[in-house]
């Protein structure tokens, strides 16, 4: 089966950092990505790695360990937009499928 | 852009009713649409898998005579919810793959705005 581990909620101050992580037991692994889904609406695409490291794009970075089945979803100079749910997702192998995380709920605070 | 459409946004129903929920891919074809349902502040949870011409591939728990899937045409796919009951009434989305789009892209699924099924 599929195991995909992220906290349920975090709280962070406008113009700080902050890290959602994310734990997953998956077979057939063929990349991580994130995604913000606002409530009530489409999750939409944020990063994606398949190989070790970081990627970044602007104010969200991406980290990728696969030795260690572990990622984290890096974001700066929060602002308050950027309270939502934060979804990481695995592709396996088969039919490409997506598996989800919880979701990791989001409030940013002025 | 690659833009997915749901339709209806939104469905209130009896119980016993059928439900037929709309996916579809407006500017790309797509040989493969996922279903996904979402409880309230919950992640999605994948259903199945749906397949142009070919039948669709249920996730382990997924009743497939209760969630029948119909991917008629490389730019449609449709959910029916059987005999609904109080039960079903969750937030289905369904997602598009590209086909024109390289095995390993960074965006391979398109998001549907997603259908609020409330079933009384």
């Known amino acids: 089966g599929q195991n995909i581990d992220q906290p349920t909620e975090m709280t962070a101050t406008e113009g700080a950092i902050v890290q959602i992580n994310c734990t997953y037991q998956?077979?057939?692994?063929?990349?991580l990505f994130w995604y913000q889904q606002h409530a009530g609406e489409a999750p939409t695409f944020l990063s994606y790695n398949v190989l070790d490291g970081l990627e970044e794009k602007g104010r969200f970075s991406s980290f990728l360990s696969r030795s260690k089945g572990y990622s984290y979803l890096l974001l700066k100079e929060l602002q308050m937009k950027d309270s939502a749910s934060y979804l990481c997702a695995v592709k396996v192998n088969n039919f490409n499928k997506f598996y989800f995380g919880s979701g990791t709920k989001l409030n940013v605070k002025p | 852009g690659a833009v997915v459409s749901q339709h209806p946004s939104r469905v209130i129903c009896k119980s016993g009713t059928s439900v037929k929920i709309e996916c579809r891919s407006l500017?790309?074809?797509?040989?493969?649409m996922f279903w996904y349902r979402q409880f309230p502040k919950k992640s999605l949870m994948l259903m199945a898998t749906s397949n142009e011409g070919s039948k669709a591939t249920y996730e382990q728990g997924v009743e497939k005579d209760k969630f029948l899937i119909n991917h008629a045409s490389l730019t449609l796919s449709t959910l029916t919810v059987t005999s609904a009951h109080p039960e079903d009434s969750s937030f289905y989305i369904c997602?598009?793959?590209?086909?024109?789009?390289?095995?390993?892209?960074?965006?391979?699924?398109?998001f549907g705005p997603g259908t609020r099924l409330t079933v009384l």
């Open positions: 997602s598009a793959r590209n086909r024109d789009l390289p095995p390993v892209s960074y965006n391979e699924q398109f």
């Open positions: 500017d790309f074809q797509a040989t493969t």
């Open positions: 998956t077979s057939g692994f063929n990349g």
